[in-house]
């Protein structure tokens, strides 16, 4: 079949959306290529129908867990069998995914990029006939990236095991430098690179500079209908916004990565349902959410870089009709913003106390090999060390960029049983344990194929039905686990921590102090860019963004709050400008009242000057003192 035929069957478009089919031929020609689409522009189509087309096995790396889980799961219910691997699997699992994929016709296999370090997962992908290499949110690879992860490294070794297959990375936001950064440390032999524009017409973005944001967020909300996200920075913030808005008759619920499961997912599908209108949320919602009419997306609290804000916002008006994209900014926002970026490079003592800290958590001894997996219930660890979470949270990252550690947040793993016996020792197990006779028959009754793969459980339903309590049914299957009947592994819903390698001295912990004080210069640039792109109040906002992404060249948007307010002073863009330079040049150099200002400035129209006065006024970029004279503020 070819791609069109592929793409209708499986995914059920006729047509590809801009820049995909030009992607694909590049694949399909060998290529190694970087694509970059914006969030929602259909990048897994990219890697996927591609991998169709050819015989073996598609490899993705991906660092998203939940991600990597819902495209596996999904391909699966189309009939394409795919499988993930990832923090906080059994071995016993691991392996038998890989042989699986060596002897069997698994069509792809995703990996958490810290399983590429492994010998035993590098042995098993030399035996693999993979016909490509998919590496997802490429822009970890790059010191310059804003999510850097050291592990993403490894992938460079795993090209040089797969001859003749071509890589092809992926990325919904990269700057000039970190798509230069990309395609050298995956060893492009030439630079291949497609980015489609990051221009979204029908975004009009938005930044209301005020005090009281509950009463603008209202407002807002109030003003705009359709289905709505509000962002926040902590998961307390999450649930007292929700309860404002919900007293203010606005239906409104709240998500973050702390909540169980299974309120997790009742709540995303009550919003995608619009069963609920409003969603207050932390970052960790939204991503892989196929929600097309997102009418309004607000920042309550500003992100740390224009990256994460382009992103989040990018969740809106995926159908291509009109949607507001609203920050709600004040110079407090800016203060907070310049503390966090210190405290998230805490000193070298506080990293080596958290190191140690950690390692004492699991009783890990000096030297021990480690390359496990553990739950990881960080308020317990900050409690029982007396850490700060704003100590442990920025020294974890460190240790992850030090690749001593991975970190993965909360994610939902049912549980899952295999038979691990074959038939005949089952059979004398039982003949020789009648008290568990009766409940091995009763799992093999409920599932079928457990002795060929992992297969979901459900204790409480298994509990229901010989009638007893569900724990009973769990100290079951956890003495057939350890007596080596079956491998169970318990439900979990909790983040991971994964020890990389060799347990070392917290005191020969290697600081690369040039690359920590290079991350920390990164970090301060983008989050000044983000502080800039708040704070402006004369460019449009769609240029300011497209210009950070280094594309330059295109028109205002007219639909930002800067052209619309632009609109209504009925100047161009060179004389709006010109005449806020001309303003504050007069102002700062001497506190002017307005009668003053207009005379200064005869050789513009009385109207114009008075438009641009109240402009800035209203931007927080003037003010009146006692004197009723105007203030340039900073």
């Excluded at 230069?180 to 209301?208: C, G, M, T, W």
């Excluded at 224009?306 to 920050?327: H, I, N, P, T, W």
């Excluded at 021990?368 to 739950?375: G, I, L, Q, W």
């Excluded at 994964?498 to 020969?508: E, H, K, L, P």
Aim: net charge neutral; aromatic share 10%.
């Amino acid at each position: 079949m070819n791609a069109h035929e592929i793409l209708h069957q499986y995914w059920g478009y006729k047509e590809f959306r801009p820049l995909q089919e030009e992607i694909i031929e590049s694949v399909l020609q060998q290529k190694d290529t970087l694509a970059l689409l914006p969030t929602g522009g259909g990048k897994s189509i990219c890697f996927q129908v591609p991998a169709m087309m050819k015989d073996g096995i598609c490899l993705v790396v991906s660092p998203l867990i939940a991600l990597m889980k819902d495209q596996a799961e999904n391909l699966s219910k189309k009939g394409i069998k795919a499988k993930a691997i990832y923090s906080g699997m059994s071995f016993r699992e691991i392996e038998l995914i890989l042989n699986n994929c060596v002897h069997g016709d698994i069509k792809f296999l995703y990996l958490s990029p810290e399983r590429l370090k492994s010998e035993v997962v590098r042995g098993f992908i030399s035996q693999m006939k993979v016909n490509l290499l998919a590496v997802d949110e490429a822009h970890c690879i790059s010191q310059w990236g804003y999510d850097f992860r050291p592990e993403y490294l490894q992938i460079a070794e795993i090209k040089s095991i797969l001859k003749n297959v071509p890589t092809l990375a992926l990325t919904a936001t990269a700057t000039p430098d970190v798509i230069n950064d990309i395609q050298k440390q995956l060893h492009f032999p030439k630079p291949n690179v497609f980015v489609k524009s990051f221009e979204r017409a029908n975004l009009s973005y938005v930044v209301n500079t005020i005090d009281d944001k509950e009463k603008r967020l209202l407002q807002i909300l109030s003003k705009v209908k359709g289905s709505a996200l509000v962002y926040v920075r902590n998961r307390k913030k999450t649930q007292e916004l929700a309860m404002l808005l919900n007293k203010n008759r606005e239906h409104a619920d709240y998500y973050h990565a702390g909540l169980p499961h299974e309120i997790r997912m009742k709540k995303q599908d009550d919003w995608v349902e619009n069963k609920i209108r409003v969603m207050v949320c932390t970052n960790a919602f939204g991503m892989g959410i196929d929600k097309p009419d997102v009418r309004l997306v607000i920042h309550y609290e500003m992100p740390e870089s224009l990256e994460s804000y382009y992103q989040e916002a990018g969740r809106a008006g995926r159908d291509e009709q009109k949607s507001f994209c609203v920050l709600l900014f004040n110079h407090a926002d800016e203060l907070e913003a310049l503390h966090r970026l210190e405290q998230s490079f805490p000193d070298e003592k506080i990293i080596r106390r958290v190191y140690q800290a950690l390692c004492n958590y699991y009783s890990m001894p000096v030297g021990a090999d480690v390359n496990r997996s553990f739950d990881f219930d960080i308020a317990d660890y900050c409690k029982k060390f007396s850490i700060t979470a704003i100590e442990a949270y920025p020294s974890l990252k460190i240790l992850e960029q030090c690749d001593l550690i991975t970190m993965s947040e909360n994610f939902y793993e049912p549980s899952k049983l295999k038979f691990i016996a074959d038939q005949e020792h089952l059979y004398k197990f039982q003949v020789e344990n009648p008290q568990y006779d009766d409940f091995i028959k009763l799992v093999l009754r409920s599932y079928g194929g457990v002795f060929d793969q992992y297969i979901i459980i459900n204790e409480k339903l298994l509990a229901q039905r010989v009638n007893h309590d569900q724990k009973q049914v769990e100290i079951y299957l956890d003495k057939l686990h350890s007596l080596q009947i079956i491998d169970y592994q318990k439900q979990k819903d909790v983040p991971q921590i994964t020890f990389m390698g060799v347990r070392i001295s917290a005191d020969n912990i290697s600081f690369e102090k040039a690359l920590l004080k290079r991350r920390k210069d990164i970090a301060t640039t983008k989050l000044k860019a983000m502080i800039s792109y708040a704070k402006n109040s004369t460019v449009c906002r769609s240029k300011k963004i497209l210009g950070y992404f280094d594309e330059f060249g295109g028109t205002d948007c007219g639909v930002c709050d800067i052209c619309i307010e632009r609109k209504k002073l009925g100047m161009t863009d060179d004389e709006f400008e010109g005449l806020m330079e001309k303003i504050k040049t007069i102002v700062v150099l001497k506190h002017t009242n307005l009668d003053e200002l207009v005379v200064s400035l005869k050789e513009v129209k009385e109207e114009k000057v008075m438009e641009a006065v109240r402009f800035l006024l209203d931007n927080d970029k003037l003010q009146y003192n006692k004197a009723q004279q105007l203030v340039w503020k900073n």
